[in-house]
């Protein structure tokens, strides 16, 4: 697959804070040609910052982040996971291990050309940061959004997966009616229908980074909606204590979708991510 890259370089407008501000979903009707691309916005400041999207999504998930923190000077970069930005098909037979091939390949390609690389992510993107940041040790700084520990019901899920493999390759995903509103931006920009094995690798990948997370020592920020209806209710709280960074902090955001930061209307989200970029 051949990813289309949007480039643009950094800007300084009055209008950002309506940017900000503007609703998610009137952005998304108007940029919905941006849905099959990458996205690099060029800094001044000589540090950059890796921004990993989510499981089945694409790069828009972290676009209006990237933008945000681009304003303020850094180079961000938002690359596509391997099988995604196309259609469900696209998963089949792609595994955890090509998707950290992914991250470390943006990862190298911005350590030679910035003084500070931060890598952020959510969800499945929480999850290979920490995967990364157990390869990388220079990493300045991880930004953790919606990590799982452990996904809800965990085991049953995983059985029920593995018995339905036996009649079908793909499933309809489950949207809670509260906070999986038909107009969620995560929702629109996602596959609705995704490959049974994929999800199961998925499963696999969380499994095995919970195993290492004492072996996390970088500034870390967890962010996590009390309301999640996909992980672990305590899991911001278990890999908070799990980690051995010196540096850490949490945050809980209310009335939240799963992954929440191509949604969110509370402009405090964004402005605390940029806050811990600056103090680590």
């Known amino acids: 697959m051949t990813t289309k890259i949007f480039r643009r370089t950094i800007y300084r407008t009055k209008d950002f804070k309506n940017f900000l501000l503007e609703d998610p979903l009137k952005l998304y009707r108007k940029e919905k040609k941006l849905l099959d691309k990458e996205f690099f916005f060029e800094g001044d400041n000589n540090q950059a910052i890796l921004l990993i999207h989510g499981w089945s999504t694409v790069p828009y998930e972290m ?9 303020h000077g850094y180079t961000v970069y938002i690359p596509m996971l391997t099988g995604h930005g196309t259609i469900p098909q696209e998963m089949e037979g792609v595994t955890a291990k090509d998707w950290i091939k992914d991250t470390k390949k943006a990862y190298a390609f911005l350590k030679k050309r910035y003084s500070k690389v931060y890598v952020g992510g959510t969800s499945m993107g929480a999850i290979l940061a920490l995967n990364l940041a157990l390869l990388k040790k220079d990493i300045a700084g991880l930004i953790l959004l919606a990590t799982p520990y452990k996904l809800k019901m965990e085991k049953v899920v995983e059985l029920f997966l593995k018995i339905v493999l036996h009649f079908k390759k793909y499933h309809k995903k489950f949207y809670p009616p509260t906070f999986g509103k038909a107009t969620r931006i995560t929702r629109l920009i996602s596959y609705q229908t995704y490959s049974i094995k994929s999800v199961l690798e998925l499963g696999f990948l969380v499994q095995e980074t919970r195993k290492k997370l004492n072996k996390i020592y970088q500034p870390c ?11 672990q209710k305590r899991s911001m709280e278990i890999i908070y ?27 405090y989200v964004f402005e605390y991510i940029l806050d811990f970029i600056k103090n680590n």
């Open 63 to 71: 676009k209006r982040l990237g933008e945000f923190l681009n304003a």
């Open 241 to 267: 204590n799990k980690i051995n960074s010196q540096k850490k902090y949490k945050k809980y955001i209310e009335k939240a979708y799963h992954t929440f930061i191509s949604d969110i209307k509370k402009e």
């Open 221 to 231: 920020l967890l962010m996590q909606s009390k309301h999640d209806h996909i992980i």
